[in-house]
C-alpha cells in the first residue's frame, strides 16, 4: 500500500556532506511521522532521526545532534536528511520509515512502513 524508496547515499570524506531523500508513493495518511535509521555492520539498527506531518516536531540521536537536519516536504510526499560534518562512524546503510496517525516516531519497532535502504560510507 505505502512504498518508501531512499536514495543520496554514497562515498564522502570524513568532514563531508550528504542529503538523503525518502519519496512515499501509494496510499497516503495524514498525521504520519517520518524519519530515519541506520545499521552499521556488527551493530544494531540505531534511531537517527523523525519528524512530525506539520514539521514542528523533530527528534534525533544524540550522536548526530548538530549535525544532522531532518526535513519534510509533504506536497512531494518526501522527507530529507542533511548530514553535515560526516564521521566514520556515521558509515551504515540508512533506512527510511514511516508511522502512520503519529507525530513521534523514535523506535524502529513503531514503524507501520519502511524502506530497502541506502548504502553512506564515511572514510577517513
Known amino acids: 500500500q505505502v512504498q518508501l524508496v531512499e536514495s543520496g547515499g554514497g562515498l564522502v570524506q570524513a568532514g563531508g556532506s550528504l542529503r538523503l531523500s525518502c519519496a512515499a508513493s501509494?496510499?497516503?495518511?495524514?498525521?504520519?511521522?517520518m524519519g530515519w535509521f541506520r545499521q552499521a555492520p556488527g551493530k544494531e539498527r540505531e534511531f537517527v532521526a523523525s519528524?512530525?506531518?506539520?514539521?514542528?516536531?523533530?527528534y534525533y540521536a544524540d550522536s548526530v545532534k548538530g549535525r544532522f537536519t531532518i526535513s519534510r516536504d509533504n506536497a512531494k510526499n518526501t522527507v530529507y536528511l542533511q548530514m553535515n560534518s560526516l564521521k566514520p562512524e556515521d558509515t551504515a546503510v540508512y533506512y527510511c520509515?514511516?508511522?502512520?496517525?503519529?507525530?513521534?516516531?523514535?523506535?524502529?519497532?513503531?514503524?507501520?512502513?519502511w524502506g530497502q535502504g541506502t548504502q553512506v560510507t564515511v572514510s577517513s
Open positions: 520509515a514511516v508511522r502512520i496517525r503519529s507525530t513521534k516516531l523514535t523506535l524502529w519497532y513503531e514503524s507501520d512502513y
Open positions: 501509494g496510499r497516503t495518511f495524514s498525521s504520519t511521522a
Open positions: 519528524i512530525s506531518w506539520s514539521g514542528g516536531s523533530t
